[in-house]
Structure formats: structure tokens, C-alpha cells
């Protein structure tokens, strides 16, 4: 049984960190692209970050460039979320998601192309 278990969610002040980990298992992602998705109440699930299986291409939502980090390391099948500078407008559930499928993503922000989904870290920033 494929199963994502993020991890390092909580409270933190604006302008704080905080680093949050994707742990997979039940098989092994490190073809795979992965991602980081969040949800804030009201709206909808939303694309934060990805990272193809090589770890040198990296893809962020603009509202998060220069401010979260992703990074993976296949040998443990792990993912993370650096998260810097941290606002308000961050505060979400973080959801871990990996493709299935080996190859190209045609568009790595669209929630349909990751077949495997974590069950989330809820992230609050304090003003």
C-alpha cells in the first residue's frame, strides 16, 4: 500500500520557517516527479511546488518564489518543503503529492497529474 506522510506543520510567526517533510512508502518515487499542494479554508487546492525525479528541475508558484525550497532525496524516498519568510497568506493544509507515471509532466501544477496524495500538514502563520 503507496502511502505519503507529511510532517513538520505547526504554528510559526510571519517572517519565520518552518520545514516540512514528505515521507513515502510502499513503493519507490525516485523516477518520479513530486509536489507540494496546499488548501486554505475557503479556497481551493492550490500548486506550491514541484520536483522532477532528477532533483535539478524545480517549479514554484510565483506567490512562494524565493521563499520555499523543495528537495528530495530518493535514497531515503523523502521530500521537503523549506519554507522562509513566511506570511500569513501561507497559512494551509500542505499536501505531499507523486506522480505515478515515469516520464515528462505536461503541467506540473495541475492536481491531476499526481496520482499518490498525502493526507496534510495544516501550516498557521501569526501575524
Known amino acids: 500500500q503507496v502511502q505519503l506522510v507529511e510532517s513538520g506543520g505547526g504554528l510559526a510567526q510571519a517572517g519565520g520557517s518552518l520545514r516540512l517533510s514528505c515521507a513515502a512508502s510502499?513503493?519507490?518515487?525516485?523516477?518520479?516527479?513530486m509536489g507540494w499542494f496546499r488548501q486554505a479554508p475557503g479556497k481551493e487546492r492550490e500548486f506550491v511546488a514541484a520536483?522532477?525525479?532528477?532533483?535539478?528541475?524545480?517549479y514554484y508558484a510565483d506567490s512562494v518564489k524565493g521563499r520555499f525550497a523543495i528537495s528530495r532525496d530518493n535514497a531515503k524516498n523523502m521530500m521537503y518543503l523549506q519554507m522562509s519568510n513566511l506570511k500569513p497568506e501561507d497559512t494551509a493544509v500542505y499536501y505531499c503529492?507523486?506522480?505515478?507515471?515515469?516520464?515528462?509532466?505536461?503541467?506540473?501544477?495541475?492536481?491531476?497529474?499526481?496520482?499518490?496524495w498525502g493526507q496534510g500538514t495544516q501550516v498557521t502563520v501569526s501575524s
Open positions: 503529492a507523486a506522480r505515478g507515471r515515469i516520464g515528462p509532466v505536461a503541467l506540473v501544477t495541475r492536481n491531476s497529474e499526481y496520482d499518490y
Open positions: 520536483i522532477d525525479w532528477s532533483d535539478k528541475n524545480t
Open positions: 510502499g513503493r519507490t518515487f525516485s523516477r518520479n516527479y
